[in-house]
């Protein structure tokens, strides 16, 4: 990425705070769990896993995705998309405390795979997610 710093849109590059917007396009990180759904075939290319993730890029631009953890019943995976590539009306940020809503996002995976979904969205902290 070129130098921002002589630029009239660098007016953040000097930021020391958490976050993700640094000049750049904001990123959100969103926890999803889904009930019941095993997710951890992450190598079968037309497995859970790979429809999941598939589901999710017709809504939103996906920048990483997380290995998926199924326990108890649970599936539980984290993505980072772009948050202005986010297809959804219903979405809504607040920085202030740190929380966000979209019910298409949930509403993609529901669809899909027929079980209740929670969509949390999260943030970096130290060497995980909280």
Same mark, same amino acid.
């Given at each position: 990425?070129?130098?921002?710093?002589?630029?009239?849109?660098?007016?953040?590059? %000097? =930021?020391?705070?958490?976050?993700?917007?640094?000049?750049? %396009?904001?990123?959100?990180?969103?926890?999803?769990?889904?009930?019941?759904?095993?997710?951890?075939?992450?190598?079968?290319?037309?497995?859970?896993?790979? %429809?999941?993730?598939?589901? =999710?890029?017709?809504?939103?631009?996906?920048?990483?995705?997380?290995?998926?953890?199924?326990?108890?019943?649970?599936?539980?995976?984290?993505?980072?998309?772009?948050?202005?590539?986010?297809?959804?009306?219903?979405?809504?940020?607040?920085?202030?405390?740190?929380?966000?809503?979209?019910?298409?996002?949930?509403?993609?995976?529901?669809?899909?795979?027929?079980?209740?979904?929670?969509?949390?969205?999260?943030?970096?902290?130290?060497?995980?997610?909280?």
């Amino acid at each position: 990425m070129p130098s921002l710093l002589t630029t009239d849109i660098a007016a953040n590059y %000097r =930021i020391a705070s958490p976050g993700t917007k640094f000049g750049t %396009r904001e990123l959100i990180h969103a926890l999803i769990t889904i009930d019941t759904v095993n997710l951890s075939d992450v190598n079968t290319v037309d497995g859970n896993f790979a %429809r999941a993730i598939q589901a =999710i890029q017709t809504i939103g631009e996906v920048y990483a995705v997380g290995a998926p953890n199924f326990g108890e019943g649970v599936s539980t995976f984290t993505v980072i998309l772009a948050s202005d590539s986010l297809a959804d009306n219903n979405f809504n940020e607040n920085p202030g405390n740190g929380t966000a809503e979209s019910t298409n996002l949930d509403a993609v995976l529901t669809t899909l795979f027929n079980q209740p979904v929670t969509v949390n969205y999260t943030v970096m902290f130290g060497l995980a997610y909280d």
